[in-house]
């Protein structure tokens, strides 16, 4: 595990885009597993203004979101669907059918998680994996708790991510409580894997990812055992490993 501490977010952007440059320019039909929520938009941003400016070609690039909120139809503002049309596949020209996010809306749920996982097994795997961590160390989805063995399964969030992501919504009782997420496992099938973290609200979760115990209670834990890790922090979620 590799962890890199920055003076801000806009630095970690900057590093990872990066690493996520340097994967496409050395493989065009790259495979990205993408997040939502406010880390990785700057990332977002850089790999936009890349395209814009022909640094980037994503014609051939394929990406998997991490998850979807159950209960939200696509076109609604708060989907993770609409989150990365805004924030990246509209402003870029990747193909429309090599975007992949998982369907909350399917009439056969069970169904779109197991074909989910099939086709990221049958890819052996994304290159990259973004992720994001939850204060309370999830990643995806996986609430603590979450078998290290799951597949991409739905789940219900606990109190303090439906907490967290009130801020996107009017009033709380509109957040919602299951979604779809690629699994523990799934995550790790990834070749390599790049969190990004900021703020001092993820420096607990932070501090038990790398050098706390491994173990379910905290998902991110489990990356400790993944061989191509890097963790891109500011100071100030950095501040209890530092
Ligand atoms: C998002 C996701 C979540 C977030 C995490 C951090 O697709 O899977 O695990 O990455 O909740 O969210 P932010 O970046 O908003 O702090």
Redesign the pocket.
Known sequence: MKIVVFDNLEEISKEAFKLVFEQIKKKKNTSLG???????IGLYKLMIEAYRKNKLDFSEVSTY???EYIGVPKENKNS?WYFMNENLFHHINIKEENCHIPNANSSNILEECLNYDKMIEEIGGVDIQI????RNG????NEPGSSFKSKTWIVDLKRE?IE?NARFFKNKSLVPTKAI?MGISTIMSAKKIIL??YGEK?QEAIRKMTYGEITEKVPASVLQMHNNVTILVDKEAAKLIE
């Open positions: 993408l997040a939502t929520g406010s880390s990785p979101n991490l998850d993770y992720l994001g961590i939850g999830h990643i995806g989805f991510t967290d997420t990004l973290a993820k």
